[in-house]
């Protein structure tokens, strides 16, 4: 059905998602800017996206009542969570269109499927193993050491991993995963890390976002910087290098929706992909108030059969992402407040919250966009909104 030409769905009818996290809300914050409602299937009773939703499915991702009800209100439905089964959306698909397709994301939800993907596409990735059982670390190549196991499903912000300095402590990390399909990579040295956010339509034509520059703390994000394109030297070459690959991984899975791509720029100059993300992701954040076209409103555009919009950047921008931790002023459970006034003292910063109800240490709650004439003045601004908040 996907290759069908189609009617675009036009603004006042419905729009469907799967998931109900925070990329869920800015989805239906852009669609509903755009005048559509939307639907959204999530098995929690209260989460960001169904807090804002037009309407709320409260049932499992495989419930077949559940799924059948979104088919029946929506034409078009998209995910914003990549571990949705894929088998959830092949369903959907005989009933309605479905971006990004079962087939995609079956793709990227596995990493040992992930990594031999883009190697297929001739692009590099990390030295790395497929570890399916005990035997595959006994004999992977001790070059892999010191590594990082990864579970193959299921991982996110750094959840699922183990930093292994032996082939011993990568034995005992997969018998503590309960002996799940893993990926042992090399621990590579990295100078810095990048993403690039690309919305590609059904007939084809893909827009791609400036790349960010992405600092991690403890393997979730944590700061993410976006300049006005370099023009020349190392960065531009790496940043035409990025996009390239990027389009390149889009078109091989003949992905339809917004898909990023994260990537290790190692000391030694290499580009390296990490990652690919089925959906929106937390470096494109900063598209919301820093580019003509959210990375979420390209989502609604491309899944509704619209013209995708310009991605172009309107001023350098930081985003820092919120996490519960400031919640947490000591060691203890004690919790305050942030002071948001604090931050908003600076006028460049657009908080956005995700309405969570608990803080938790490592849970994203929200974030601040800096946005500013010159990238001196939003790193300047960028370490007042930090010292407001803790
Ligand atoms: P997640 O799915 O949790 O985002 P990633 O594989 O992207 O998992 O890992 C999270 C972060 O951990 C990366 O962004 C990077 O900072 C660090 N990391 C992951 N793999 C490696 C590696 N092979 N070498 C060095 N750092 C790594
Ligand atoms: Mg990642």
């Known amino acids: 059905a996907d290759g069908a030409a189609f009617t675009p769905i036009a603004p006042g009818d419905w729009l469907g998602l799967l998931g109900g996290g925070q ?15 939307v639907a959204v299937l999530d098995p929690a009773a ?35 969570f990549e571990n949705v089964p894929a088998q959830s959306l092949r369903s959907l698909a005989a009933h309605c269109r479905v971006s990004p397709a079962a087939d995609a994301v079956a793709v990227v939800q596995d990493r040992i499927a992930e990594k031999a993907f883009i190697a297929a596409q001739g692009i590099a990735v990390a030295p790395h193993a497929a570890v ?15 590594g990082i196991l990864k579970v193959a499903r299921l991982g996110y912000d750094g959840k699922g991993q183990a930093r292994v300095a032996t082939r011993a402590e990568a034995l005992a990390a997969f018998d503590d995963f309960g002996g799940v399909p893993c990926v ?31 600092v991690h703390r403890d393997g979730i994000l944590a700061v993410s910087t976006v300049a006005l ?59 919301i108030d ?21 991605p172009g950047l309107l001023a350098p921008a930081i985003m820092l992402n919120i ?14 407040e942030p002071d948001w006034a604090a931050a908003l003292a600076v006028p460049s910063a657009k908080l956005h919250l995700y309405g969570k109800r608990e803080a938790r240490r490592g849970r994203k709650m929200g974030h601040v966009t800096i946005v500013a004439a010159t990238m ?9 909104v930090a010292a407001a908040l803790g």
């Open 23 to 37: 990329l869920g809300r800015m989805f239906c914050h852009a669609a509903q800017s755009l005048g559509y409602k």
């Open 46 to 80: 209260d989460g960001p996206a169904a807090m804002v939703a037009d309407r709320h499915i409260h049932a499992a991702y495989d419930d077949e009542q559940g799924l059948a009800e979104l088919a029946r209100l929506c034409r078009a439905v998209t995910t914003e």
């Open 132 to 146: 399916r059982a005990r035997a595959d670390l006994e004999q992977a190549d001790e070059a892999l050491f010191p």
């Open 184 to 214: 042992l990579e090399a621990l590579l040295a990295l100078d810095h890390e990048i993403s690039v956010v690309i919305a590609r339509g059904f007939d084809g034509a893909t827009v791609m976002f400036p790349v960010a520059r992405n």
């Open 229 to 287: 394109a370099a023009l020349s030297g190392p960065d531009a070459q790496l940043e035409q290098q990025a996009g390239a690959s990027a389009l390149a991984i889009a078109q091989g899975l003949d992905y339809h929706g917004v898909l990023c791509v994260e990537f290790f720029v190692l000391r030694d100059g290499r580009l390296l992909v990490n990652e690919i993300a089925p959906r929106p992701h937390n470096s494109g954040h900063y598209s």
């Open 290 to 310: 820093a580019c003509v076209t959210s990375q979420f409103e390209q989502q609604a555009r491309a899944m509704a059969g619209l013209p995708l919009g310009s």
């Open 323 to 336: 996490l519960g931790d400031i919640w947490y002023p000591d060691a203890s459970d004690a919790q305050r």
């Open 376 to 384: 001196a003045q939003a790193r300047a601004d960028a370490m007042r």
